[in-house]
């Protein structure tokens, strides 16, 4: 079964006042491109904090073959999710979570990630970079083929529409996942108010595949799952790879302001591709003071990248917070299906 969510509450924009107010007394600010300053007003307004079903025409003045064109931006329901658990949701849950994390850069090696998912036994999966209907990718939807391939329950969150990957009429997205055989509950999107106008359209650049050029905004999806009886917020990040550590660094500090607001009740596991390394320099503090354990750390920085022409960097990370613990941290660098690695961990409740 394949689901749309339409209900205000699975989508949530980071406007609310609190939010701002945090940023602001924090000294963050935000740095948007023009659009995302007309979403973000928009988003003011919308009940429920949220764009719903939104169509912006924006006049490009792209010169192409010697005319202009109009581009069709859309902005619709941005979580979709599916169930595919064969049997019953009542199963006995598990004492221990087996997590994996990955950016499957695209899926455009499908059946070998597949292969690996399949065979990690993992409980609890956190993947970035995943196709809905890209040319790149044979127009699939990488995200739903996964969870029916391993009969799982999926949660996708839509990040970008790739301009050049999809048609006005079929568009294509871009985004993150978190997939598993437990019930996955209150899905929703932190879109970070940072972010690097990089992969903004331009009137001088072409609409080629290769310019990548893409509407959206880097964001974490977040949702919840239940262990043992506890709540576990579970945050599938993805931070800008262009720009500075020091926009990174931002992103991170609103995914960590947000992380503070969890009810003490509730166990917080984070994971994804942060483009940072945070084992050292100001991160490492930032993160120690959130008392989030980085059990990664402990494997002495070894690469989470792959790369033919350069040494490839440790970028992709888990975290947990209090009330969880983890144990047999893997670097699964034997894997080739992407440019990363998918990396993983035991977790247990505390």
Known sequence: MNIFDSRADRVSLPTSSATNAALIESGVRPRMNL???????????????????????????????GFYFLKTVRWMDEIQAGLYVIGSDSREQPKFLRVVSWNINRGLQLNSVIDFLADSSADLILLQETDINARRTQCGNIPCEIAQALQMNYVFGREFEELAQGEVSSPAYHGQAILSPLPLSRPRILKFRCQSAFWSPRWFIPPLQLFQRRVGARMTMICEIRIQG????????????????ELRCNQLFEMLTEIRRTSPEMAVLVAGDLNLDIARGPVASIIAETRLDSPLTHLGGRPTTRSRHRKGTAIDWILTGKGLIASNPQIHDAIGASDHYPISVQIQLA
Request: proline fraction near 4%; charged fraction near 20%.
């Open 230 to 245: 506890r709540t576990v917020v579970v945050y599938n990040a993805h931070l800008e790879s262009r720009g500075s550590d």
């Open 35 to 65: 659009l995302e300053r007309i979403l973000s007003v928009v988003g003011d307004f919308c009940p429920g904090e949220r764009l719903g079903t939104l169509i912006l025409t924006i006049n490009l003045f792209t010169p192409l073959c």
